[in-house]
């Protein structure tokens, strides 16, 4: 992980780098609970270092996934998503960044009463540029305001490091579940041209007509050609062969 800024409040010029949102992580919520961690150690707030993080990701039909750096960050995060009020749903919906420093208006009236019970003075939302159907923001929490300019400053710089490191780990992982649904039709395809094998042996007929009676038990029995399949190989005498695949 590149240097982390000084603290003496004096903005540095800081390279890009990846964050590693895949390691160690077997769902998204893992890689968005990694994320928000990682941001409040690598963001100065008004108050210094460390202000808290949350986040929120949203895929098309699915509901959305809340995670944060502190059971606090995480509880918020999940109101805005109850309410459908707050700087993070904004941020998610206008892909734009939002700044909520003490202003009362009507907008964030209600959020702005959750956000000070929480113990905060006010809130900065960054919406991460990812594709495909899917979106992400990301809230930084700071106990003090206002005075959030450099803090929308830190934010803005995160939201670049966060997009680049999310779009990996999404693409990582929809590589993943590529090849274990490859996997799975694999292992289905086998198992039917073995069957249909001890079926031509029984029957001497040929393999498409081996496959129809193959289906026509399945239509009979209202099983998958799959379980059928595999029910056949199961009454073998020396049982099912295991299909082997190199990982």
């Excluded at 710089?157 to 999310?166: D, E, P, Y």
Aim: glycine share 10%; net charge neutral.
């Amino acid at each position: 992980m590149a240097a982390h800024p000084a603290t003496d409040g004096r903005r540095q010029d800081r390279p890009g780098f990846l964050l590693d949102l895949i390691t160690g992580t077997e769902t998204e919520l893992d890689s968005l609970q990694r994320l928000t961690e990682a941001a409040a150690k690598a963001v100065i707030g008004p108050d210094g270092p460390g202000p808290d993080c949350a986040a929120v990701l949203a895929r098309g039909g699915s509901a959305p996934l809340t995670a944060g750096s502190s059971l606090t960050a995480s509880e918020l995060a999940a109101s805005e998503d109850r309410y459908g009020d707050g700087p993070l749903m904004q941020a998610l919906s206008t892909a734009g960044a939002v700044t909520v420093d003490g202003d009362m208006s009507v907008r964030w009236r209600t959020y702005q009463r959750r956000l000070a019970a929480a113990g905060y003075g006010g809130a900065v939302a960054v919406p991460l540029g990812l594709n495909g159907g899917t979106s992400c923001a990301l809230v930084f929490l700071a106990r003090t305001g206002p005075g959030f300019e450099g803090l929308l400053a830190e934010a803005k710089w995160f939201a670049g490091v966060a997009t680049h490191s999310m779009r990996l780990a999404l693409e990582v992982r929809s590589v993943r579940s590529a090849g274990d649904n490859l996997k799975a039709v694999l292992e289905s395809r086998t198992s039917i041209d073995v069957a249909c094998g001890v079926i031509m042996a029984q029957n001497r007929c040929t393999y498409p007509e081996a496959f129809i009676k193959l289906a026509s038990a399945s239509r009979q029995r209202n099983l998958k050609v799959r379980s059928v399949a595999e029910n056949i190989l199961k009454a073998l005498p020396s049982g099912a062969p295991a299909a082997r695949f190199e990982s």
